[in-house]
């Protein structure tokens, strides 16, 4: 099983990025998928889910209007798009798959860093 995180970098106040997580391994679409984020000293917060379907999605009330979850069952990827980014936005970025409490995964990470 594998996921694997891109499209973290630098970018600018107000800026926007596109994460993508590659997921293998295992049958994506009966998986929900979630990004967390992390900083250094703080636990993981959830940032974004979004069902099997894509049909149903929820997100931290940090970023609703500015972050959008996506998935592309054919593809077995989940996206992030993320718009008007803030320094507060600034973490290592988590992929996330679960079925169950016993059956889920975690990505490597990617960071993301907000800064002028």
């Known amino acids: 099983v594998q996921l694997v995180e891109s499209g973290g970098g630098l970018v600018q106040p107000g800026g926007s990025l596109r994460l993508s997580c590659a997921a293998s391994?295992?049958?994506?679409?009966?998986?929900?998928m979630s990004w967390y984020r992390q900083t250094p000293g703080k636990e993981r917060e959830l940032v974004a889910t979004?069902?099997?379907?894509?049909?149903?999605?929820n997100y931290a009330n940090s970023v609703k209007g500015r972050f959008s979850i996506s998935r592309d069952n054919a593809k077995n990827t989940v996206y992030l798009r993320m718009n008007s980014l803030k320094p507060e936005d600034t973490a290592v970025y988590y992929c996330?798959?679960?079925?169950?409490?016993?059956?889920?995964?975690w990505g490597q990470g990617t960071q993301v860093t907000v800064s002028s």
């Open positions: 391994g295992f049958t994506f679409s009966r998986y929900g």
């Open positions: 996330y798959a679960r079925r169950s409490y016993y059956d889920d995964y």
């Open positions: 979004i069902s099997g379907t894509g049909g149903i999605t």
